[in-house]
């Protein structure tokens, strides 16, 4: 039926023009997040899992507990967290996503899951600390009861 209207009525002829989203623009998306909404627990999962997402590339399935996928998300006791060797202010995050299902064809049924292991190494200058993974996950589990 939604062919027949899109053909019939010329409706979604043209594609969309899509959205990308860069580090200057997910800077503002936190800032603004961060004025409009009250539950500071729940943003600062979401900017972390669009940081995760913005700077590192991973979608947000192996960080979320999910039904069909109870055990495999991101735990606290997965993520490493060292000294910098050269600065002692510094710090070297290393978290391990255990649910990565890799590529598949979308016919296909996940039957195994990889990891992937992520050194994150500290903001190098000042306008970098709000998009640090490291940065957010700290003030997380800081905040953590």
């Not at 709000?130 to 997380?140: A, D, K, T, V, Y």
Request: glycine share 6%; net charge neutral.
């Amino acid at each position: 039926m939604l062919y027949f209207s899109a053909l019939q009525h010329c409706v979604n002829q043209a594609p969309r023009a899509r959205i990308y989203l860069g580090r200057h623009g997910l800077h503002e998306l936190i800032d603004v997040d961060m004025v409009r909404n009250d539950s500071i627990e729940v943003v600062e999962n979401r900017h972390l899992a669009w940081i995760i997402g913005c700077v590192r590339g991973v979608r947000t399935g192996p960080i979320t507990k999910t039904a069909d996928r109870p055990d495999s998300y991101l735990h606290w006791k997965d993520v490493h967290v060292t000294r910098h060797p050269e600065s002692r202010v510094k710090f070297v995050l290393e978290p391990t996503f255990a649910g990565m299902k890799g590529y598949q064809e979308p016919a296909e049924t996940v039957t195994s899951y990889q990891e992937l292991n992520l050194i994150v190494m500290p903001p190098q200058n000042a306008e970098n600390i709000p998009l640090s993974l490291g940065n957010r996950l700290l003030i997380i589990r800081v905040g953590a009861p």
